[in-house]
């Protein structure tokens, strides 16, 4: 499809606007329409719709997409507060299926007194998802090994921009977060909501911190669980992120050690994984779930990582590390068929500037994770330090200090010992917000903690239900995994 690429001049004014906290146009304004609730098709007790809005948020009155929602209605009418509208994090997470079939994350109290509502972010899942060559995508290296590399992948990623671009269409060029809040608005107004209700998860926080900055005077409660930290440069990014998958791999060994349940109990977890890097580096590792699959290092570190953000998966990772010694030399693995595959990281290259001038500065990058990391030692942001790539400066949402002065404060939930979204993450974006908002701190474990904490969970729904602010300080002990 054509696209028009935006002067120099234009992209100026769209970043004043943007910092300013302004908007050429309304987003309640320019939806100015109802959705048109259906009974899910995969179950039909959710409500599903859909929301035109424009591609182009400066442009109101061009191209439109459609925007997808689920609902799922309060359980009690008499007693409903209003609609609860959840951030779904990634990116790439769907809100719908969240919504559809994944309900239970709410307390049975939230679903009495609110309409829980989701979507799917432009650009993701069914709202227009970001379509790209599945070959292509499959090219982009985890980790670049040298100038030459380096080269290749900054000529390669422009080609994928292209490519994505062509098969998407213009909603490529506009699938920021800034684009995405001024979609919420829009959802808030389709809803019939003066003031929004919002909690938002992991990625799905940049969502909610940006909406405060754009519609202060619309927020009438907005939870930030698991905050992401959208002001900081390469470095800070990069390190602040191997310290926090480095701590959590330290709370696993510990629970190891202490815990009968884990199966490397008694064992010198800290050898055999450093054993497995070495397998890993030398190509002879492979994937014990994915017959003949090679596990390269980078792919090694995340498979696990993933496995730490939540402690009901701390005995499978066990189970799995164990495995792993015994795993194969890599075989060929089978390919996929499919040509074209959803690209849902697409939205963090336009997030993020996350800019590297040659393979030199991004070897230290590497580098210095490593010696912050030594076990996990490759962080996700150095995938995207790669995927992002030569992507074309200044991007539509610029990371940059949080501005928000609305009158009500905003509410962070954050863990300890959070794998993914640091606890520093979260104590940073609370000095940002100053009198703006109040840090919860569980003291546990765990990617998230309104699930895993009641005391966190009791908080959470008397500041949405209520407006009840915790007191400054306060605290939720750890849920015990010691067994």
């Given amino acids: 499809m054509p696209h028009v690429r935006k002067s120099a001049l234009a992209w100026a004014v769209a970043l004043a606007l943007t910092t300013a906290g302004l908007t050429p146009a309304s ?16 179950d039909a007790t959710a409500d599903c719709g859909t929301l035109s809005l424009p591609v182009d948020w400066n442009q109101p009155r061009g191209e439109r997409f459609d925007l997808a929602l689920a609902r799922r209605v309060a359980t009690d009418p008499a007693a409903r507060t209003g609609a609860l509208v959840f951030g779904p994090g990634g990116p790439g997470d769907s809100g719908v299926d969240r919504v559809v079939t994944g309900s239970s994350r709410f307390s049975a109290e939230l679903r009495r007194r609110f309409d829980v509502v989701s979507f799917d972010p432009r650009g993701t899942g069914r709202s227009h998802p970001v379509l790209c060559a599945r070959e292509m995508l499959a090219q ?20 994928l921009r292209a490519d994505c671009r062509a098969r998407t269409g213009p909603l490529y060029d506009h699938v920021d977060t800034t684009s995405a809040a001024r979609d919420l608005d829009a959802v808030r107004a389709a809803l019939g909501e003066r003031r929004l ?3 938002g998860s992991s990625y799905g926080t940049l969502l909610g911190q940006r909406y405060a900055e754009l519609f202060p005077d619309k927020v009438r409660a907005v939870v930030l669980e698991a905050a992401v930290d959208h002001s900081l440069g390469v470095r800070a990014f990069v390190d602040t992120q191997a310290v926090t998958a480095e701590d959590a791999f330290d709370e696993f060994v510990a629970w190891c050690d202490r815990s009968a349940d884990c199966v490397l109990h008694g064992r010198d977890v800290r050898a055999i994984w450093a054993g497995l890097h070495d397998r890993a580096q030398r190509g002879l590792l492979t994937d014990p779930d994915r017959a003949g699959a090679a596990l390269p290092p980078f792919e090694l570190s995340r498979l696990a990582h993933k496995q730490l953000y939540d402690t009901g998966r701390w005995p499978g990772l066990a189970e799995w590390i164990g495995k792993l010694q015994g795993a194969a030399t890599p075989g060929v693995s089978a390919r996929t068929a499919d040509a074209v595959a959803p690209y849902p990281f697409a939205v963090f290259c336009q997030d993020w500037d996350l ?10 990058h590497v580098r210095g994770a490593a010696r912050l990391a030594p076990d996990l030692r490759y962080p996700p942001a150095l995938f995207a330090l790669a995927t992002c790539l030569g992507t074309p400066t200044p991007v539509a949402d610029p990371q940059h200090r949080l501005r928000v002065r609305g009158d009500v404060p905003l509410l962070l939930a954050a863990t300890v010992h959070d794998p993914a979204s640091g606890y520093a993450w979260a104590t940073n974006v609370a000095r940002q917000l100053g009198r703006h908002g109040v840090l919860l701190t569980y003291e546990g474990w765990g990617h998230g903690s309104y699930t895993t904490s009641p005391c966190v969970g009791r908080a959470v729904d008397a500041y949405l239900i209520d407006q009840v602010v915790p007191a400054r300080g306060a605290r939720c002990p750890a849920v015990d995994v010691s067994s």
Avoid: K, M
């Fill in 140 to 159: 982009q290296p985890q980790l670049i090994a040298d100038q030459a590399q380096f080269d290749a992948t900054l000529a390669g990623n422009a080609l």
């Fill in 197 to 199: 209700t919002f909690h």
């Fill in 27 to 42: 987003p309640a304004a320019a939806a100015r329409q109802a959705i048109d609730w259906q009974p899910c098709p995969t």
């Fill in 355 to 364: 800019s590297v001038r040659d393979y030199r500065e991004y070897a230290a």
